[in-house]
Structures are given as C-alpha cells and as structure tokens.
C-alpha cells in the first residue's frame, strides 16, 4: 500500500491488488502520485499480467504485455499483485518500479527497453551510444527505464523517468 496525494485522494492509502470489479468512484485511466512522486493509473487487464513486467494500455485503458520492442509505459510492480484477465488494477507509469523482472546482466545504471527473450526475461539492456541513439539490434528498441540496481535473483528496482 502507498499513501497518496494529489489529483485525487483515496483515502490514506491505495491498494494495489487487483479486483474482479472497477473500484468504487475510480474510473479507468485515473492516474495518481504517491508523495514520493510515482505515478499510477487505473487499468483493465486485456490478459494475466505478473508482478514486474511492462505493460501497454489502450486510449481505452486496457492493459497488456508489452510486445517486443515496445517502449515501456508501465510496469506491474513487483510489490503488488499480479492481475487475472478482465481484473481492474493500477499499474505504475513513473517513479522507481521496485522488482521488475530483468535479465540477469543487468546492472544499475543500464537503460532497458520491454523484450520478452529466451530466458523469460521482460526488461533486456540495451546499447546506447553516445549521442543517445539506440544501437540496440533487435527492431530499433527504444527505452523510458534505467536500472537503479544490479539484478539479483531476476529482479531489479528500476526508474521510469
């Protein structure tokens, strides 16, 4: 559970585990920041989504996993609780997403981009020159996220800026 502020109180805190049923006076596409400045909007799940994995969601807000190559625009967080299909929930959109699933060679500091590889992994590092530009092989992968950890067990915390 977060404490919340901003655009929209709910109460002292958010739960963050998903539901059968669309919150009560919470519509899909609400977005609110906790007081540490991370952002979440309220989704429909499209699909299971698990803990630590991007997301993409419609103009509808009906969330997915990211295909390969997707930029990242969400991430369920490792600490919360993995959605069913159909379930309502929120998912974060920027702040420091703590245990997301990455590759095992990830270390902090290293931009990731969403790519489903062999190994199961959903946050992959990739190559950035020094102009910025993505050297990355796999279709031109673009990223919105850094690791602000080295990867233990599979997981990292990470920053969507």
């Given at each position: ?59 509808a807000f009906v969330a997915s996993v990211s295909d390969s190559g997707d930029p ?70 673009s990223t919105r996220a850094y690791a602000l950890e080295a990867e233990s067990s ?8």
């Open positions: 559970m977060a404490s919340f502020a901003g655009a929209r109180r709910l109460g002292a805190v958010l739960d963050f585990a998903p539901t059968t049923d669309q919150g009560d006076g919470i519509t899909l596409g609400e977005r609110v920041t906790d007081q540490l400045g991370n952002e979440f909007v309220y989704v429909q799940a499209a699909e299971a989504l698990g803990l630590g994995v991007p997301v993409d969601f419609t103009s990242i625009f969400a991430v369920v967080r490792g600490d919360g609780t993995a959605f069913a299909a159909d379930e309502y929930g929120w998912v974060q959109t920027r702040g420091i997403v703590p245990d997301a699933q990455v590759a095992a060679s990830t270390a902090a500091g290293d931009p990731l981009a969403s790519v489903a590889d062999s190994n199961g992994d959903f946050f992959v590092v990739i190559d950035v020159d020094e102009a910025g530009a993505d050297t990355a092989t796999a279709g031109g992968l599979g997981v990292a915390d990470i920053l969507i800026p």
